[in-house]
């Protein structure tokens, strides 16, 4: 079965410098969740799109924007990339109204 | 965290032996969810409870939840090497269904 797509896997950047994620959800899912995982760390909720509306806000923080696509698929932007920006970045999608969430293997961002 | 404590944080057991691993949230919820993941991995579902039950078999699987004391608990049952993850538990109390996730426990099954 098709799962959660995320790229690049890996991304190594500069401070101040930006990195856009990609996250291209399960065929006919309609919701997309972006989570930041710091080392070591739980996971935490930046942002949510339903039909391709933001459907809720977590800590994003002003420097990061995304958008859900026509086709779905998500973008995450992040600019002015800070030392603390290093973390794993998932992407989840699911069905509307469906509470179990499908996560992709997500990106490993590093900020030199 | 935002939600709340996992206990243990590590747990090391050996092959065939029986893992618990509790959790508790500090908000009112829908629903509670069980998710695995894998060294550097994403988070996968195992099992979810909503708030109306009190205990929930899945495969080797068991999750309790105690709404009254805001606490969950998950068994897993004659352990494996392959059971070898971080469990977190995660709450979905609003209306997106966004997750709040417990800090996780660290489970070693050794062979």
């Known amino acids: 079965a098709a799962g959660v797509i995320q790229s690049p896997r890996h991304l190594i950047k500069e401070k101040r410098e930006t990195a856009t994620l990609k996250c291209y959800p399960i065929?006919?899912?309609?919701?997309v969740y972006w989570y930041q995982q710091g080392p070591g760390q739980d996971p935490q909720f930046l942002i949510s799109?339903?039909?391709?509306?933001?459907?809720d806000k977590g800590s994003i923080p002003d420097r990061f924007s995304a958008q859900q696509f026509s086709d779905y698929h998500s973008e995450l932007n992040m600019s002015s990339l800070e030392l603390g920006d290093s973390a794993l970045y998932f992407c989840?999608?699911?069905?509307?109204?469906?509470?179990?969430?499908?996560f992709g293997d997500g990106t490993r961002l590093s900020i030199l | 965290s935002q939600q709340g404590e996992e206990d243990p944080q590590a747990l090391s057991i050996q092959e065939g032996e029986n893992a618990t691993m509790n959790c508790s949230y500090k908000t009112s919820i829908n629903n509670l969810q069980w998710y695995r993941q894998n060294s550097g991995r994403g988070l996968v579902h195992l099992i979810l409870i909503r708030s109306n039950e009190r205990e929930k078999h899945s495969g080797r699987l068991r999750v309790t939840l105690d709404t009254s004391k805001k606490s969950s608990s998950l068994l897993i049952t004659a352990s494996r090497a392959a059971d070898t993850a971080s469990y977190f538990c995660a709450t979905d109390g609003g209306a997106t269904n966004k997750l709040i996730f417990g800090t996780g426990t660290l489970l070693a099954v050794q062979p």
């Open positions: 065929p006919r899912h309609d919701t």
């Open positions: 799109f339903y039909e391709k509306m933001q459907s």
């Open positions: 989840a999608s699911s069905l509307f109204g469906s509470v179990a969430q499908h």
